[in-house]
């Protein structure tokens, strides 16, 4: 179970996009369609803002959009806002019921 | 609303076991799994294992096999994390969190535990 794969960092100014990389293997993202990506700010418990891969929760903003090909999965955020800046975790199913993490990436928001 | 509220924070000596609970409300128990996340500081969310309250299945992060177990009890609507043989390397906050099998939906507060001799 190694952890899924996402760059340290990555940042964008107000109104612009960006888009975060999760890269696993052919045993959890590019076998499942169940990646889902968490947004985390400090101190904070994360918060669900997109599952099964490009569905987002009600009372997430349609800025956000989720989506994979092969064994990478993809989040862009549209519209950059101040409030976006914060930790994201993409998160995959690997069978047996058990979950892996990406190692997280920090959004700053120029 | 659905709420996960776990319980406070714990100071646990190299050696010693640590159990973290999680009461679960505002939804029916048995319909979701709760997955068991820690976050050591200044790091990533890692994910440690789950449980299907409807028949009290569960599965761990082969890391973590052999020393972390997770209960529950349908009668509280309560799961529980149970970590032995803590080293520094555990001090973590820990998270219950809602979902399916495959993903997580609700988190709890987080317990922070702190291993210290």
């Known amino acids: 179970q190694s952890a899924l794969t996402q760059p340290a960092s990555v940042s964008g100014s107000p109104g612009q996009s960006i888009t975060i990389s999760c890269t696993g293997a052919s045993t959890d993202v590019g076998n499942y369609n169940l990646v889902s990506w968490y947004q985390q700010h400090p101190g904070k418990a994360p918060k669900v803002m997109i599952y099964e891969g490009s569905k987002r929760p009600s009372g997430v903003s349609n800025r956000f959009s989720g989506s994979k090909s092969g064994n990478t999965a993809s989040l862009t955020i549209s519209g950059l806002q101040a409030e976006d800046e914060a930790d994201y975790y993409c998160?995959?199913?690997?069978?047996?019921?058990?979950?892996?993490f990406g190692g997280g990436t920090k959004l700053t928001v120029l | 609303q659905v709420q996960l509220v776990q319980s406070g924070a714990e100071v646990k000596k190299p050696g010693a076991s640590v159990k973290v609970s999680c009461k679960a409300s505002g939804y029916t128990f048995t319909s979701y799994y709760i997955h068991w996340v820690r976050q050591a500081p200044g790091q990533g969310l890692e994910w440690m294992g789950i449980?299907?309250?409807?028949?009290?299945?569960?599965s761990y992060a082969q890391k973590f096999q052999g020393r972390v177990t997770v209960t529950r009890d349908t009668s509280t609507s309560t799961v529980y994390m149970d970590l032995s043989s803590l080293r520094s390397e555990d001090m973590a906050v820990y998270y219950c969190?809602?979902?399916?099998?495959?993903?997580?939906?609700?988190w709890g507060q987080g317990t922070l535990v702190t291993v210290s001799s």
């Open positions: 449980i299907n309250p409807s028949g009290g299945s569960t």
């Open positions: 969190a809602r979902g399916g099998y495959g993903d997580i939906d609700y």
């Open positions: 998160c995959s199913y690997a069978g047996s019921s058990t979950l892996v």
